[in-house]
């Protein structure tokens, strides 16, 4: 029996087209818009102004406090404006354009694809290069990885979890990943563990990626400290509370960070891009991006420069197909549709997934059947349908004491509800609002 | 003979449940005072919620317990049903100026091209919290009629033709449900002018003027050619937008022909004399269906009534 | 691009499932029990399936066009299959215009009343069941004998009417056996009864597909099942001269039929597994209630009906298991 987590969960089509795409290097895009807040907490400072010249790697934005992160340039060029525009949060969002000439790369930065392994083994060095290179968490929710590395007062980390599970239907950027820098990514988790003071990690691995179990399971052969553990393919396992459960049989208590049962979790990109940061000088400038949908030409891979315009990655993949319907950054369960091409890419973004036509449209929402498939998929244990109503009818006290700030908007309810509900449109607004209300009380 | 023995039992649990109630009655009776009973029928009792209390009761007995009127007012009911609690009450009536929602955007479809087609839950509140809106205005009406929902009155419906909802005037109660309904804060409550006429800047849009005029036709570009001309100063420019202070507002309609963009919108004046010197402006369309023609292509028509 | 693009809050992807397909799975489920009725009753069981089905979607539209002022949404096989659940829990020599009444309070009394689809707390085809069974005790128990039985009589009744009959007239349930059917025959279903509640192989057939569509989960019908077998297996053992074998509470009356598709009906059924075990269990246990002590023979269908009124409280009181919670 393959471990997994208990309860609730669903399994979409997976519809991996690109598992077998090797990642390539996405060419230098004209111009580049890097928005200031590409991850949870405080935006960043802008530090450079128009007419300003940058190298690759350059720092041109300041963490705007503990919770941020630091921004890099990813090209080198000619600040162009600091201006708002469209992101995939859909609202406009600050950001600096830069007009690409050239490809200078600061010198600090060791840009050679050799595999450096040995490091100094501290734990506040290896935070604090973390830090300065902006380094957040790649899985989607951004969260800067320096603050995850330094537990609150009187907790203490006892293990570290590598998420590797990539659960989205159609990514495959982590998988690839993890085939192309298993070597990279052991170290990536040497470093974290080291900076932690842990020493057991596991890996987690959804089981539909064989190969990439496999390959890790034959680096971490000699050393016991690091652990591959291969998982039942079931969505949402990549959702942190989950992937602890199915890893550790541990239970996140309602409201409560993972460190509180002593887990720190890190996606496997996140373990690549600190290999980066803290071997390499490298700052958090470029990632990998699967481009996918079942109407594209080529779905790739690519190692894409933050910032680059969606269009770029669209028209390496074989152009915009025609049926092309909704275009979304991220999988089809968590991503966000966009509405431009220009949006660019950032920090968090895994994925391009474009949908077509006939399937991006929702069906007409019927009236509730109470099959309570919603509560039985719901991996937080909630009552999705409730919350809804709930949400709808603005009873806020009501969704509060059903815990609906505990969802953590998987989209499993309106995935499978028959009746093609809108569960989750109502459930977010509702945990928007109780947000607001905890705030509010609290201050 | 059963049905004699049926009626003597009912009669009498009938006449000891009675008995019962009374005497419970009696013990549990809470004093409440008599004037909150006829404060409440003096009281329009629509359970609105727009007076700030729960209901017309919960109003009622801030009434009964205030020592002045001063901060307690029911916008349904007015002045006359103010005045007739006051008599109750025997306090001084605070009489206010009756109001009327407004609907602050007029991009209508023809004036704001669609972007995107929005496809989730049909709630102004679920697209908000997702992204800008289906056009380039991130300020403007997402049309999926939160307001209209939250209307306890009858006094607000989305037109299909223009994806925008409109207010009936003498419906609306000023209650302010849409106001608190409409994520974009589009909908504000306007001094009803003499003859329910106003004027006001039909969009919220803060844009820079190029970016707000190329996402709708007929958004404020914050050109403050109206600031300029307004011999009132009863306009204020801030975020590249206009806001005519209704207080202020004598209603001279200056600002309306000034206006480049016609974003600004009067309702209920008669149509206006043409000065040879003006410019016929734009061709444009009726906004609201209780708007008198106002612009100098209706310049031929006879005086109409003022509605 | 010509076309505008599509925005809407995520997931972007959804189940093929739907409300439509389920209601038609169900049907399809029902469809063995159906045709061994038509071999057991002959064309009386097509003609009163017939008038079920197109009487409850004729009410359905009708109602729905003309009273409430709607879409009609008959296609989406919720009232034929009312009609159908309707149809199998009356005797197949049933006078048609009976059966016509029946449909029109199951549809409009027991289900548009409320609402429509989704809104009804009582099973539709159930309350048109009952209300017939207190309107016209006659024609509702009087059971046709199968055309394929060696005896010669227009009417029979139904192995539960005879233990019944038997028990309270004081004989002892060991002489009742030479008149009750073997078990065998009641596992196929060569008895007498309501249309559709006879063949339990074919009933449990039908379980067995909708489990594998996952129209429906385990929990209910065995949880149903089950609490009828232990409630009247501790009758029975304590007192085996008054009491009969669990396993003939199973296979009798509307016990399998009741259980797997008319107390999974999942409008009127709690959400949560543990509340579906509450829900079941009280289902089992009011039915053996009134089998053995009641003034009915049969009573799942009222056990039904009663824990449907039990729905709303279940769900409001019992919570699923939360993740990371002690509730």
Sequence with gaps: MLKTFKLGGVHPAENKLSADKAIEKLALPKSVFIPIAQHIGAPAQALVKKGDQVKVGQLIAQAGGFVSANIHSSVSGTVKKVDMAPDASGYPKQGIFIDVEGDEWMESIHTGDDLVTDFQADSKAIIDKINVAGVVGLGGATFPTHVKLMPPQGMKAEMLIINGVECEPYLTSDHRLMLEKGSEIMVGIRLLMCALQVNKAYVGIENNKKDAIAHLRNLVSADSSIEVVPLKVKYPQGGEKQLIKAVTGREVPSGALPIAVGAVVSNVGTAFAVYEAVQKNKPLIERVVTITGKSVKKPSNFLVRVGTPVQDLVDAAGGLPEDTGKIISGGPMMGKAIASLEVPVTKGTSGITIMPAPEAKREVMKSCIRCGRCVTVCPMGLEPYYLMTVSDKQIWDKAETNRVMDCIECGSCSYTCPADRPLLDYIRLGKGKVGQIIRSRKK | ?307 | ?327
Excluded at chain 3, 171 to 194: F, I, K, R, T
Excluded at chain 3, 279 to 299: D, H, K
């Design chain 3, 1 to 327: 691009m010509s076309k505008l693009l599509t925005i809407s809050p995520s997931p972007h992807v959804h189940t093929s499932d739907s409300v439509n397909k389920i209601m038609y799975r169900v049907l399809l489920a029902l469809l063995p029990a159906l045709v061994w009725s038509v071999f057991m009753f002959g064309l009386d069981a097509v003609r009163v399936t017939l008038l079920a089905v197109v009487s409850c979607m004729a009410f359905e539209y009708l109602i729905q066009r003309f009273i409430m002022k709607e879409v009609p949404k008959i296609t989406d096989g919720s009232a034929a299959l009312t009609g159908i659940l309707l149809a199998f829990n009356v005797p197949a020599s049933i006078p048609s215009w009976i059966i016509i009444t029946g449909a029109l309070v199951a549809i409009g009394v027991g289900k548009l009343s409320f609402g429509g689809l989704g809104n009804n707390p009582f099973n539709p085809a159930l309350v048109g069941r009952v209300f017939l069974l207190i309107s016209f005790p006659v024609q509702m128990t009087s059971w046709p004998v199968s055309q394929h039985a060696a005896v010669d009589a227009l009417t029979t009744a139904t192995p539960l009417g005879i233990l019944k009959e038997g028990v309270k007239s004081g004989q002892p349930v060991s002489a009742l056996m030479d008149s009750l059917p073997s078990g065998m025959d009641l596992l196929y279903g060569n008895m007498s009864g309501s249309m559709g509640e006879i063949s339990a192989l074919l009933l449990l057939l039908g379980f067995g597909y909708m489990l594998w569509k996952k129209v429906i989960t385990f929990h209910i019908p065995v949880f149903v099942l089950g609490t009828i077998f232990v409630f009247q297996g501790i009758l029975w053992m304590v007192n085996p001269e008054n009491f009969i074998e669990p396993v003939f509470h199973l296979l009798t009356g509307g016990a399998m039929l009741g259980a797997i598709y008319m107390a999974t009906d999942m409008v009127t059924s709690p959400m949560t597994h543990r509340g579906q075990f509450i829900y079941a269990a009280g289902i089992g246990v009011i039915t053996v209630l009134i089998r053995n002590f009641g003034a009915y023979p049969e009573g799942i269908s009222f056990a039904i009906l009663i824990m449907n009124g039990f729905t709303p409280l279940i769900n409001s009181y019992v919570k699923p298991k939360r993740f990371g919670g002690t509730n």
């Design chain 2, 1 to 307: 003979m059963t049905i004699v023995y049926t009626i003597i039992t009912l009669s009498a649990i009938g006449t000891l449940a009675a008995v019962i109630l009374y005497f419970v009655a009696q013990k549990f009776k809470v004093y409440e005072d008599p004037r909150i009973d006829d404060v409440e029928k003096a009281l329009p009792g629509a359970n609105c919620g727009g007076c700030g209390f729960a209901g017309c009761r919960a109003f009622a007995e801030a009434c009964v317990k205030a020592d002045d009127l001063a901060s307690l007012y029911c916008p349904v009911g007015g002045n006359d049903c103010m005045s007739g609690v006051a008599g109750i009450l025997g306090l001084e009536a605070v009489v206010q100026t009756p109001k009327v929602a407004v609907v602050r955007c007029n991009g209508s479809c023809e004036h704001r091209p669609k972007t995107n087609q929005y496809d989730g839950a049909l709630s102004c509140a679920v697209a908000a919290s997702l992204y800008s809106g289906d056009t380039g205005c991130q300020y403007g009406c997402l049309g999926c009629g939160d307001c209209v929902v939250a209307c306890d009155f009858d006094a607000i419906h989305m037109n299909p033709e223009t994806g925008l909802p409109e207010v009936i005037d003498d419906k609306c109660v000023a209650c302010g449900a849409c106001v608190e309904a409409c994520p974009k804060t589009l909908i504000e409550l306007r001094k009803k002018g003499p003859k329910d006429r106003k004027i006001y800047v039909a969009c919220r849009n803060e844009d820079k003027g190029g970016i707000a005029k190329k996402s709708c036709e007929v958004a404020c570009i914050g050109c403050s050619k109206c600031f300029k001309v307004c011999p009132f100063d009863a306009i204020t420019m801030s975020n590249n937008l206009a806001f005519i202070d209704a207080d202020k507002c004598k209603l001279c309609r200056k600002c309306v022909l000034e206006c480049p963009t016609n974003a600004i919108i009067e309702v209920n004046f008669p149509p206006r004399k043409i000065k040879e010197d003006l410019p016929p402006k734009p061709a444009e369309k009726a906004e609201k269906p209780v708007a008198a023609p106002k612009s100098a292509t209706d310049k031929n028509q006879p005086d109409n009534t003022e509605n």
